[in-house]
């Protein structure tokens, strides 16, 4: 009979095995980068940069999508209705209400940085998930954005305007990124870490 | 009163193996998953994970699909029998493990 460590080390597998899709990091790591630099490329509303740099990314996503399936492999992930729900209706809405409170804000000509702050931290919450305990990098990312907000930051710089709420460069944008790649980052490991190599000579 | 061990005598053989319990117990969390997948995530090398596969098939606990257009690729998954199976066996393996934290042997 498996001992509660064996126990414990087949329900981790269980819960990756549930999650993998969610584990693999190097996708986040990818749209950290790509958010980090158009940062500093896309300015004054000109969209060229992010033009010419989307198939890059895009070709880096296939790249990365190649190594999972090769030093991993594929999983198809169990389709129940929660899961649906979460993958399909909720990043949905969470998008249909984003771009409802910015083009509100644009009308009433009202800053969007808190909007787009609120917005990432419900990102971060949302990527929780589960098991939770594993992916409890996103709920720290959350409260770091949250109090990086709405801490005084404003009195340490020169103009005494949040950095945040700096027009160039987009300094919200740069956090986001920064804990997109770190997260990413902390999820790739845990694969790494769970799915060990095989060695050819093992006998069990 | 019994103990809680006398469950154990309900275990199924076929499943309970350490390596096939990982195998299924990794199914058991996706629709399929492909042989690397499993092979990382047991540890198991090709032959033994071949192996165990062939025994678990045979057992109508899974299937195995080999696809045959472009990179051949092996796709293993639960059977709806196996899936209900697996299933009420880490019931048991729960219900065991809580069992025997709480049980304490009698006094002779």
Excluded at chain 1, 17 to 29: E, N, P, Q
Excluded at chain 2, 76 to 85: E, F, N, V
């Amino acid at each position: 009979m498996p001992t509660p460590p064996e126990i414990d080390r087949l329900e981790n597998a269980r819960a990756v095995t549930a999650s993998y899709t969610d584990f693999k990091g190097l996708y986040l790591v990818i749209i950290g980068l790509l958010l980090g630099t158009m940062a500093f490329l896309v300015r004054d509303g000109n969209l060229e940069p992010l033009i010419l740099g989307l198939p890059v990314f895009v070709v880096l996503g296939l790249l990365v999508r190649a190594y999972y399936r090769r030093r991993f492999g594929d999983v198809r992930p169990l389709q129940t209705p929660q899961r649906i729900a979460a993958r399909t209706f909720l990043p949905v809405l969470a998008l249909v209400a984003f771009f409802t409170a910015i083009a509100v804000a644009n009308n009433l000509g009202v800053n969007g940085v808190w909007l787009f702050i609120a917005f990432m931290v419900g990102v971060f919450l949302m990527m929780v998930g589960s098991p939770w305990r594993k992916r409890i990098h996103y709920l720290v990312s959350a409260a770091v954005l949250a109090v990086l907000f709405l801490a005084p930051l404003g009195m340490l710089t020169p103009s005494g305007v949040h950095p945040f709420e700096w027009e160039y460069p987009n300094l919200a944008q740069v956090t986001v990124a920064v804990l997109f790649v770190v997260n990413g980052l902390l999820d790739h490991r845990t694969l790494v870490r769970t799915l060990t190599p095989v060695s050819e000579n093992g006998t069990d | 009163m019994g103990t809680p061990f006398e469950d154990m005598a309900e275990i199924d053989r076929l499943v309970h193996e350490p390596s096939r319990l990982a195998i299924t117990s990794a199914l058991l969390s996706c629709e399929s998953a492909d042989f690397l997948f499993l092979q990382r995530i047991t540890g198991l090398s090709k032959g033994n994970l071949s192996s165990h596969l062939s025994k678990l098939e045979r057992g109508g606990i899974v299937t195995v699909t080999k696809s045959t257009g472009g990179r051949p690729r092996t796709t293993i998954s639960l059977t709806p029998a196996g899936r209900g199976t697996v299933a009420e066996h880490w019931d048991r393996l729960t219900r065991l493990r809580d069992a025997a934290r709480e049980w304490t042997a009698p006094e002779e």
